[in-house]
C-alpha cells in the first residue's frame, strides 16, 4: 500500500505564476481533503471532495484556487496566480467512509512544500 | 468556533524524563481528539485517538472534559520521541479535523 501519494514534493515558483499539485488518495477512500500548513501552524482545511463532489470548499480562496476530483479518485490543486503568501506546505489526506473519520482520522500525504518568491 | 490550542510551541526535555503536552480545546457537543506526529522528513501520522484510550509508544491522552484538555503523556521519554506534535479536534458537523498549532518536542540525550 503506497499510502497517499502526492507530487511534486517541493515547488518553487515566482509569483503570479500558475501551479498544480497532485493528490492519489489510498484506494477504496472516498473522502479527500486539501489543507495547508503556513510555516509554525498546525494544517488548515481549504477543500472537502466526498467522491467528485466538493461538499466544503468554503476555507478554500476561489478567486485564485480551484480544485478538482474527477472520476472521484485523483485529485488537483491549482494556484493561479501565485501570491508570496501562498507558500506553505499543501497536505493531502483521505479517509474511507467505511471507518469512520472521527474514529480513525485521516491518512496524510506527504504534501508540497511551495515557495513563492 | 470550535477551537484547539496547543499553549507550547516549543518542549525540551531530557532523556528518561516525563513528558507532557498540553492540548486544549473549545467545542459545543462530545469532543473527538487525536494527537498526531510528525517525525523529520516524514508525513504527518497518527499517534492515539481518545475513544480508543490506547498506549502508542509508551504515549497516552485523557480526555478531561472538565478542564477541556488533552494532554499527551510518556512517563520516560526517548530520543526517538523528537518531533512535531498535532492535537485535533474532529469537528463533527463539518465532517474535518482541526488542528493546533503543534509543539515541537526535542529530548537531549
Known amino acids: 500500500e503506497a499510502g497517499v501519494v502526492q507530487s511534486p514534493r517541493y515547488k518553487i515558483i515566482e509569483k503570479k505564476q500558475p501551479v498544480a499539485f497532485w493528490c492519489n488518495p489510498i484506494?477504496?477512500?472516498?473522502?479527500l481533503y486539501w489543507y495547508r500548513q503556513n510555516l509554525g501552524q498546525g494544517p488548515e482545511l481549504l477543500i472537502r471532495?466526498?467522491?467528485?463532489?466538493?461538499?466544503?470548499d468554503s476555507q478554500l480562496p476561489k478567486d485564485r484556487f480551484s480544485a478538482e476530483r474527477l472520476k472521484g479518485v485523483d485529485s488537483t490543486l491549482k494556484i493561479q496566480p501565485a501570491e508570496l503568501g501562498d507558500s506553505a506546505v499543501y497536505l493531502c489526506?483521505?479517509?474511507?467512509?467505511?471507518?469512520?473519520?472521527?474514529?480513525?482520522?485521516?491518512?496524510f500525504g506527504s504534501g508540497t512544500r511551495l515557495t513563492v518568491v | 468556533a470550535q477551537r484547539v490550542t496547543q499553549p507550547e510551541k516549543l518542549l525540551s526535555v531530557f532523556k528518561g524524563a516525563p513528558v507532557e503536552l498540553k492540548c486544549n480545546y473549545s467545542?459545543?457537543?462530545?469532543?473527538?481528539l487525536f494527537w498526531y506526529v510528525q517525525y523529520s522528513r516524514q508525513r504527518l501520522q497518527l499517534l492515539l485517538r481518545h475513544i480508543s484510550r490506547e498506549s502508542i509508544k509508551g504515549f497516552t491522552a485523557d480526555l478531561n472534559k472538565g478542564e477541556t484538555s488533552f494532554h499527551l503523556k510518556k512517563p520516560f521519554a526517548q530520543e526517538e520521541d523528537s518531533a512535531m506534535y498535532y492535537c485535533?479536534?474532529?469537528?463533527?458537523?463539518?465532517?474535518?479535523?482541526?488542528f493546533g498549532q503543534g509543539t515541537r518536542l526535542t529530548i537531549n540525550p
Open positions: 471532495y466526498e467522491n467528485e463532489e466538493a461538499v466544503d
Open positions: 485535533a479536534l474532529y469537528e463533527k458537523g463539518a465532517q474535518k479535523l482541526v
Open positions: 467545542y459545543s457537543g462530545s469532543p473527538e
Open positions: 484506494s477504496g477512500h472516498n473522502t
Open positions: 489526506a483521505s479517509s474511507s467512509r467505511l471507518l469512520s473519520s472521527s474514529n480513525y482520522g485521516y491518512t
